[in-house]
């Protein structure tokens, strides 16, 4: 099969590396256009240096379905493959492939449609996500499952550490799916649509803890935004990123830092949070037990 790849960042680099190696052709690497980072430096996505360093042919468009139409279609694919690329495709790109276009999504459909599925999946406390090789068409997320990927996931996971963990099971999962395709055994089965449940994109205002919420809830908050956009609160009026914690059985008011055997807690509505890694506005990650010795905390409430 003449396959082309559609992705962006590092989630998507297993799924190339699985499609590259598969022994079918990868026509071409289809990635977001080069961006000004800091200091104007412009850098690569994370697939089109992969791709280049495999030697693929690279095409990047501000928006595919206006500009690379013509282009797509004189590559003569097969298959199209998507994976966290970022952009929406238009049915007449969709339908340029004979086999279709696939696409390695990173929940078990039909839940957890939309963005940031591996993070919701840990603020809400699933105890399984996974892997869904899916047909893309014009509704996100909705198209029929072709296989999925099962994981459990851990008691102290991060979002960070469930999306490396997923991302290499995606392209486990890609290259079981093109085996399938190319054999002729593929057998797509429509979603359950009573079943779905949508995601909300994440932004930096979700990182703000509120302690009037029970300590378990807030643990998991915090976990699930590892490493971004980060839970945070404030100190003093200054931000203050919360980047490790526990829950914990010691009680205390909501918001109020404490100290209890040797370590540093806040208090929640409901039990507290044992403080553990910390990063102070302009400064690094530390220890929060260092951050208290050059702090005053005891009594401070936490928050605007």
């Known amino acids: ?49 992969a791709a280049l360093d495999l030697g693929l042919k690279v095409l990047q468009f501000e928006k595919v379905s206006r500009e690379g139409v013509e282009e797509l279609a004189r590559l003569k694919a097969d298959l199209f493959v998507t994976c966290a690329f970022g952009q929406i495709l238009s049915q007449k790109v969709l339908d340029l492939p004979p086999l279709g276009t696939i696409n390695v999504h990173g929940s078990l459909l039909p839940k957890y449609r939309g963005s940031a599925p591996i993070q919701w999946a840990v603020i ?72 779905a449940t949508h995601c909300k994109m994440l932004g930096k205002k979700d990182g703000l803890l509120d302690f009037s919420a029970d300590a378990r809830s807030l643990d998991r908050r915090i976990r699930g935004l590892t490493p971004w956009p980060s839970a945070y609160t404030y100190f003093q009026g200054k931000l203050l990123k919360i980047l490790k914690a526990e829950p914990a059985d010691k009680s205390g008011e909501a918001g109020v830092i404490f100290s209890a055997d040797g370590d540093v807690y806040v208090g929640c509505g409901s039990g507290s949070l044992r403080l553990l890694q910390v990063q102070p506005e302009g400064g690094k990650r530390m220890e929060m037990k260092a951050f208290a010795l050059g702090h005053k905390t005891e009594g401070v409430k936490l928050g605007r």
């Open 124 to 195: 809400n406390g699933e105890k399984q996500t996974g892997i869904t090789i899916m047909r893309t068409v014009l509704q996100v997320d909705a198209g029929d499952i072709l296989l999925q990927k099962k994981t459990d996931i851990g008691e102290r996971e991060t979002a960070g550490e469930l999306f490396d963990r997923l991302a290499l099971l995606g392209g486990e999962a890609l290259a079981e799916a093109l085996e399938l395709i190319s054999s002729g055994k593929a057998v797509y089965t429509p979603q359950k649509e009573d079943e």
């Open 1 to 49: 099969m003449r396959v082309v790849f559609f992705g962006t960042p590092d989630f998507a680099l297993p799924s190339l590396k699985a499609a590259a190696e598969s022994g079918h052709e990868v026509a071409a690497v289809v990635t977001q256009p080069d961006r000004e980072r800091d200091r104007k430096r412009v850098t690569f996505s994370p697939v089109k240096q």
